[in-house]
């Protein structure tokens, strides 16, 4: 058998091309958090957390329940995406001069968790969806009459017409956003000077990649144009109390100490190194260039540079934390152990650095060690579930302990984490096997075994 030509017929051919062209588009504007890796920093965490603690309360929200993500990636941008986490990109805190303007961002994008936007943004995609495919049908039964260059023309200006709707939906969610983030600002007595200049450095990057401003349609974006949003902004929070109000010096000295520690982590050595010479002798400075010597595989320099940092400030945990890391990843476990300790008891025991701590105990193969990281990296564990390492180190003593059940649970913990879900099922059913029934470690591993059946059988269904 074969198909047999209709010259009358609408070439449905083209029909489909348009829906995907279009449904490309929209697929591209709803993408905000596609395959970025993200970042776990002790000291960054709290201090976002910290920031954004005001602002959150100002919002009506509860600061356990809010999450500031930090994502690798040297866009200036941060979003949502569904829930109440705040994804935060490792460029934004680069391009950012001080902390006044990260709390800026924060407040824009608890707006829009505040508004509802995530799940309210299917109601954007639907209206623009039913213009697309009305045109759609139109333009098919126009080419079906042998109109075929007017079938086109349909297609073409519905696609526009829709693309146009959608676009306007989403501008009117960031102006009210932006709305919503200047009241939070306010409510929190937070100066807004911050979320006015980090719009100029929006409208100076909107310059940067335009060949010609004046060129650029407002009407063609997904966000209100930043030289119109800051001017916005300054109406509603120049006349406010807090508008000249200084922010605390110790927040900002944090904030430029995590910024640093950031460049030192994300980039090229030479780039930091040049960024931070030698002649600079600030801390953040030398945070700077302790993490890019690491980077750059020179131990003995990145130590000599965190020996100045806690010289200054002997019990600093963020700094031995670094230096607990350095000498880890440098052959000296053994010699990791005591900062990484009082690090973890400065912090009361972060779960971050506990599990670097966990790593160290176990690096040095020493059996007498094995009792202190079981308690450690359960510790860490229970207090942040969600990470990968501190389980996979967890399955490590478990599996020199020789409980082979709990090691295989740890594994599938880990495996759920990052997404391999048929790893999950077969270290989940192996612990199942070792494990009295009823148990909660059962229980957990049972979890996990229904779970990742069910992304499993998801994952067949995409294909």
């Known amino acids: 058998m074969r198909r047999l030509a209709c010259p009358s017929c609408p070439d449905f051919g083209i029909i ?16 905000p958090a596609a395959a970025q890796s993200i970042l776990r920093d002790a000291e960054t965490e709290a201090l976002l957390n910290d920031i954004a603690r005001p602002i959150v309360i100002a919002a009506g929200l509860e600061p356990g329940n809010v999450q500031m993500i930090l994502i ?7 979003f949502v995406a569904g829930g109440q986490a705040v994804y935060i990109h490792s460029g934004l805190i680069a ?8 709390q800026g961002v924060i407040a824009h994008e608890v707006g829009h968790i505040t508004g509802g936007h995530i799940v309210r943004f299917s109601e954007g995609a639907r209206a623009a969806t039913g213009i697309s495919l009305l045109s759609l049908l139109l333009g098919a ?11 086109m023309g349909i297609l073409s200006a519905g696609q526009q017409a829709a693309m146009s709707k959608f676009l306007a939906f989403t501008r009117t ?8 983030g200047a009241s939070f600002m306010k409510k929190a007595g937070i100066s807004g000077r911050g979320s006015v200049s980090f719009f100029q450095k ?22 209100p144009m930043s030289a119109d949003r800051a001017a916005v902004m300054e109406a509603e929070l120049k006349g406010d109390p807090a508008w000249n109000k200084p922010t605390d010096p110790a927040l900002e000295a944090r904030f430029q100490r995590v910024r640093a520690k950031l460049a030192g982590f994300v980039d090229d050595p030479k780039v930091t190194l040049a960024h931070y010479p030698e002649s600079n002798q600030s801390i953040p400075a030398r945070y700077a260039r302790a993490y890019a010597w690491h980077k750059a595989a020179y131990p003995d320099k990145a130590v000599a540079e965190v020996d100045k940092l806690v ?9 031995l934390e670094l230096k607990g890391q350095i000498l880890l990843e440098s052959g000296k476990p053994k010699d990791a152990i005591a900062p990484l300790r009082e690090a973890v008891a400065t912090t009361r025991g972060a779960p971050l650095i506990a599990s670097l701590l966990g790593h160290a105990l176990i690096a040095t193969e020493d059996p007498a060690n094995l009792p202190e990281a079981r308690t450690v990296l359960r510790n860490a564990v229970a207090r942040d579930n969600d990470n990968p ?21 740890a594994t599938a913990e880990r495996y759920a984490l990052i997404g391999q879900p048929k790893l999950a099922l077969a270290n989940a059913e192996t612990a199942m096997r070792g494990i009295p029934q009823g148990t909660p470690d059962y229980v957990k591993a049972e979890d996990i075994a229904l779970t990742s059946r069910q992304a499993i059988e998801d994952q067949k269904k995409r294909r």
């Open 95 to 102: 391009a950012a001069d001080n902390v006044n303007e990260v």
């Open 389 to 409: 390492f501190a389980w996979y180190q967890l399955g490590i003593v478990y599996s020199q302990d020789g409980d082979i059940a709990r090691a295989a649970l």
């Open 173 to 180: 969610q960031e102006s009210s956003a932006d709305a919503a």
């Open 202 to 223: 929006l409208r100076k990057e909107e310059f940067r990649l335009s060949s010609s401003y004046a060129d650029v349609d407002p009407y063609a974006r997904t966000h």
């Open 16 to 31: 489909l091309r348009w829906v995907v062209v279009f449904l490309l588009s929209m697929a591209l504007l709803m993408r």
């Open 311 to 319: 010289a200054v400030a002997p019990h600093d945990p963020y700094f």
């Open 72 to 78: 690798q990636d040297k866009e200036i941008n941060a």
């Open 141 to 151: 039964a126009v080419m079906a009459a042998g109109g075929g260059e007017a079938g």
